[in-house]
């Protein structure tokens, strides 16, 4: 298994431009979450979908962040404009599990991320 | 509002000596709490849990001991070698109702074995 997949590992942009960071989960799981960390504020949730549905997404900074994920196998962050204070590497993580689901695994394996880097 | 906390924020142990790292919570409708280890350039990766019907969980070299009437949860990492250098994040979560797998996670700390 390829493990979750995160494009691109590095994006570097001026301030006002479009960022799209993508993650493809783990095949057969079907939450998806989007995590930014860094040293000032640790690891924050975003948002998280559930069979692609978006269940929570408190975490996201403000309306110049959105999320979609238009089938099981493939999500997008997007920002826009982008600001310096967006810094941060952006994690995507899945797991198995949720209401309909008898088993769940609870573990959330995550990809390796997206340096993000705002000028 | 950070519902799990994290401490130290950083440590610096010897070769061979014991780390512990502590985390508290405050929702008791939690019922899972796992610990992830991340490395430099990578993302976190689960390293051991617990579940609160235990009061403790070994895998090797890895402790977790759970306190539920304190509400506290420790790592404890035994004859700590310089691979274990890396940050540590404990974590909490509510398995059942509508949150559906979210988990909360402390600050972490940032753990340095000096050979």
């Known amino acids: 298994d390829a493990g979750v997949i995160q494009s691109p590992r590095h994006e570097v942009t001026e301030m006002g431009q479009e960022v799209t960071l993508r993650c493809k989960p783990i095949?057969?799981?079907?939450?998806l979450f989007w995590y930014r960390q860094t040293m000032m504020r640790g690891l924050e949730l975003l948002i998280y979908?559930?069979?692609?549905?978006?269940?929570?997404d408190s975490g996201m900074p403000e309306d110049r962040f959105s999320a979609k994920m238009p089938n099981a196998s493939f999500s997008t962050l997007k920002i826009q404009p982008s600001e310096p204070r967006d810094s941060a590497v952006y994690f995507c993580?899945?797991?198995?599990?949720?209401?309909?689901?008898?088993?769940?695994?609870?573990?959330?394996?995550f990809g390796p991320g997206t340096r993000l880097t705002v000028t | 509002q950070q519902q799990v906390k994290q401490s130290p924020q950083s440590l610096i142990v010897q070769k061979g000596g014991i780390s512990i790292i502590n985390c508290a919570y405050e929702?008791?409708?939690?019922?899972?709490f796992p610990w992830y280890q991340q490395f430099p350039g990578k993302g976190p990766a689960l390293l051991i849990a617990?579940?609160?019907?235990?009061s403790e969980k070994k895998e090797g070299r890895f402790t977790i001991s759970f306190n539920k009437s304190a509400k506290q949860f420790s790592l404890h990492i035994m004859d700590s070698q310089p691979g274990d250098s890396a940050t540590y994040f404990c974590?909490?979560?509510?398995?059942?109702?509508?949150?559906?797998?979210?988990?909360?996670f402390g600050r972490g700390t940032q753990l340095t074995v000096w050979p």
């Open positions: 993580a899945s797991s198995f599990g949720g209401l309909a689901s008898i088993a769940y695994s609870y573990e959330q394996y």
């Open positions: 979908f559930n069979n692609n549905v978006p269940i929570d």
């Open positions: 095949s057969g799981h079907n939450s």
């Open positions: 929702n008791t409708a939690f019922d899972y």
């Open positions: 617990i579940r609160p019907d235990v």
């Open positions: 974590a909490a979560m509510r398995s059942g109702g509508s949150t559906l797998g979210r988990l909360y």
